[in-house]
């Protein structure tokens, strides 16, 4: 398999590194302090196509293939994890479902406002009593003529207080179990849906987190994303290409903190000499290398196999899984030996490696937990 870029991949990450480097590192710390959200910055990704990756060009996007859309993510949660995982969801959860499943004319309504970056999609299927057993959840979605009213409450949803368009899945046939899961693109503005207080978050604080609620929320038949009870296969196959970006996130938050870590280690003096000339410090930093190395090639490989899916209509659960699964946990484990390196100042906010250790975490957690990755590929390699 050659492993090497091509010239658009080589593009891609050029662009994006010169954006995170230039307009994102420098204010990546004091709105993780404030816990504000980069929207500014979101509108210049937007001029630079990054909110269309996943878009086909004739709905205004840009569909690059999946290893430029990684690229992309980590090096943008190189510098921002926050922005990272903004970028991830509205290109994955929010649009992949669309792109993949909707009709031609939910794609030509919803799709061009969501590849300029004039809206921005999230998505809905964690409940406050529901996150790993999502086929467990309690929103129904009741048709009522040519409308469906939705009642329910939704939990730990990314970018939702300036979200456009949330993906919401809810049950049209509780008889059914996950068989009566159905998804709908509900709008921001509509009567019935508000979203809940910010959650005050240990990471990725720039990324706002909200519940949302429904009360007798209307929404037309004409947003139904899909068929009656597809609901689940729809969520399923949008979290594959989640997990894609996750890792991608994961992969990003990495690098960072390893950088951090090998120019502080280079140096800070102990003992007369760069604390890197001791080998305790040497084989941390090898131990680091080798699993963001290792991540890299899994995260990539997912996306090969995201877009071989794509051409072939199968499916790609195991290596997405894998990816999320072992980057997030590198990503962990990174960070944390990128702090232990920094010693007393690691635990500073002055230094970026304190943000990335917080940032971090969060990727063994959303859009299924390491515990649910190791459950997906142990499903996948027993059949």
């Not at 204010?27 to 980069?38: I, M, N, Q």
């Not at 086909?56 to 690229?71: F, R």
């Not at 730990?156 to 049950?171: G, K």
């Not at 604390?275 to 305790?280: D, L, N, S």
Request: overall charge negative.
């Amino acid at each position: 398999m050659d492993l090497e870029l091509n010239e658009e991949q080589e593009m891609i990450r050029k662009m994006a590194r010169e954006f995170a480097q230039n307009e994102l590192a420098p204010v990546a710390a004091e709105l993780d302090e404030k816990g504000e959200p980069p929207l500014a910055n979101l509108k210049k990704m937007a001029e630079l196509g990054f909110m269309g990756l996943a878009i086909p060009e004739e709905y205004g996007g840009i569909e690059t293939d999946s290893v430029s859309y990684v690229i992309a993510v980590e090096e943008i949660s190189r510098a921002c994890a926050s922005t990272g995982v903004i970028l991830a969801v509205h290109n994955s959860l929010g649009s992949y479902g669309l792109v993949t499943f909707g009709t031609e004319e939910q794609k030509r309504k919803f799709l061009p406002p969501l590849a300029s970056g004039e809206w921005i999609s999230t998505y809905g299927l964690t409940e406050p009593e529901t996150g790993s057993d999502a086929a467990s959840i309690k929103t129904r979605a009741v048709l009522d003529g040519d409308e469906y009213v939705i009642n329910g409450t939704k939990q730990f949803i990314t970018s939702a207080p300036f979200a456009h368009l949330v993906v919401v899945f809810a049950v049209t046939d509780p008889d059914r179990g996950h068989r009566g899961i159905s998804a709908f693109l509900v709008e921001k503005g509509t009567p019935g849906f508000a979203v809940g207080r910010e959650e005050n978050k240990m990471g990725i604080r720039a990324a706002s987190t909200c519940g949302l609620s429904f009360e007798d929320c209307r929404v037309p038949v004409f947003n139904r994303l899909g068929e009656e009870g597809e609901g689940f296969q729809i969520a399923m196959s949008s979290l594959d290409a989640g997990r894609v970006g996750i890792a991608a996130q994961a992969l990003g938050i990495a690098q960072g903190a390893y950088e951090a870590a090998l120019a502080y280690a280079k140096e800070r003096h102990a003992f007369g000499q760069p604390i890197a000339e001791f080998q305790g410090i040497q084989w941390m930093l090898a131990d680091m290398a080798t699993r963001i190395e290792a991540a890299r090639l899994l995260t990539y490989q997912s996306a090969l196999a995201k877009d071989r899916a794509k051409k072939t209509g199968g499916r790609y659960s195991k290596e997405a899984a894998m990816a999320k699964l072992f980057a997030s946990e590198a990503a962990v484990w990174v960070t944390h030996k990128a702090v232990q390196i920094y010693g007393g100042y690691g635990y500073i906010k002055e230094y970026a490696v304190e943000r990335y250790y917080r940032d971090a975490k969060i990727t063994e957690i959303y859009e299924g937990t390491s515990e649910i990755q190791r459950v997906v590929i142990a499903n996948q390699i027993l059949r």
